[in-house]
């Protein structure tokens, strides 16, 4: 089993800044790929961002490109997302999630979910 912890959402102005922290505990974070999805009021949960377990690629959903960036730190089991120039749009909770396989974490059907942390984007 691997436990996923999210932190760092909150209520930001358009063109603000967040970045959100996700830690792991469990099984060997470093063999998991790594990924963040949102879901926004009646929409359905959709993908944002991933990383693979060796930090060597990393993956955008184009609505976020250029301004979302993923990261890890795997000596201490934690996720980041780095999120920039933040619009309205952006309003969603935000989940942590993980896989062993990058391919089925990017589908949307990861081994493990977080919680959820909610990001508002006022304008």
């Known amino acids: 089993q691997v436990q996923l912890v999210e932190s760092g959402g909150g209520l930001v102005q358009a063109g603000g800044s967040l970045r959100l922290s996700c830690v792991a505990s469990g099984r060997t974070f470093s063999n998991y790929a790594m990924g963040w999805f949102r879901q926004a009021p009646g929409k359905e949960r959709e993908f944002a961002a991933a990383?693979?377990?060796?930090?060597?690629?990393?993956w955008y959903a184009d609505s976020v490109k250029g301004r979302f960036t993923i990261s890890r730190d795997n000596a201490k089991n934690a996720v980041y997302l780095q999120m920039n120039s933040l619009k309205p749009e952006d309003t969603a909770v935000y989940y942590c999630?993980?896989?062993?396989?990058?391919?089925?974490?990017?589908?949307?059907?990861?081994?493990?979910w977080g919680q959820g942390t909610q990001v508002t984007v006022s304008s």
């Open positions: 990383i693979s377990w060796s930090v060597a690629s990393t």
């Open positions: 999630a993980a896989d062993l396989g990058v391919r089925r974490l990017k589908s949307g059907s990861p081994e493990y």
